[in-house]
């Protein structure tokens, strides 16, 4: 996350003074994840489609394949399901909703699901880094301005955007926008 912010041209200092330069500032949760082997895996749901909403998870699994990235409609082709390849001794690092808010939507939070495999059980362990529940993320000061444009989202706590999604689903975010219509979003939720 440093080298990202880094990225960005932020400088050490600047690093310093933002959340991730403040440890105490820091939380981390955990899941873990079974997908038992299915006969017919094509009826069945490993993981719905989802965005996760810390800043980073980092995903490690037992060798089975099953994580599927949403990639967008682009010169290649159209929207559609990308397994990611299982590459031994290395992990997966996910971009979160929050990574997004904060890099004014440089980074984007990566749409994701898995599916389940027909013959091995797969596990995974998704460990995600984000802001202590209670902090207000929102774009980084230094990556808005009357050059660089203006912040696109409002900040938010990691436990408002947890509750936004649960009823917004993945208009959440849309809803934080400046200049989003929270209200007529809810109606429609
Ligand atoms: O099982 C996986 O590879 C993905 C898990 C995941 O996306 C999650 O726990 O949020
Ligand atoms: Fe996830």
Not at 76 to 96: A, K
Not at 99 to 117: A, D, K, Q
Not at 129 to 158: A, C, H, I, N
Request: aromatic letters at 6%; glycine letters at 8%.
């Amino acid at each position: 996350m440093h080298l990202m912010l880094l990225s960005l041209g932020l400088t050490e200092e600047e690093i310093d003074n933002t959340l991730i330069g403040d440890l105490s500032k820091i939380k981390n949760a955990m899941h873990l994840n079974s997908y038992p082997a299915c006969p017919d895996p094509d009826r069945v749901v490993g993981l719905a489609p989802h965005t996760d909403t810390g800043f980073l998870a980092v995903l490690y699994h037992n060798g089975v394949s099953g994580l599927q990235v949403l990639r967008r409609k682009d010169d290649i082709g159209p929207t559609r399901w990308v397994t990611v390849p299982v590459v031994p001794n290395t992990l997966v690092v996910n971009i979160g909703d929050l990574m997004h808010v904060l890099s004014n939507g440089t980074f984007h939070n990566v749409v994701h699901r898995s599916t389940v495999n027909k013959t091995n059980q797969r596990l995974s362990a998704a460990y995600f880094f984000g802001p202590q529940v209670d902090v207000k993320v929102g774009p980084l000061s230094e990556l808005t301005g009357p050059e660089q444009g203006l912040p696109l989202y409002r900040p938010v706590t990691w436990l408002e955007l947890q509750k936004l999604k649960s009823t917004l689903h993945d208009k959440a975010l849309q809803s934080m926008k400046i200049d989003g219509k929270i209200e007529e979003l809810r109606k429609g939720a």
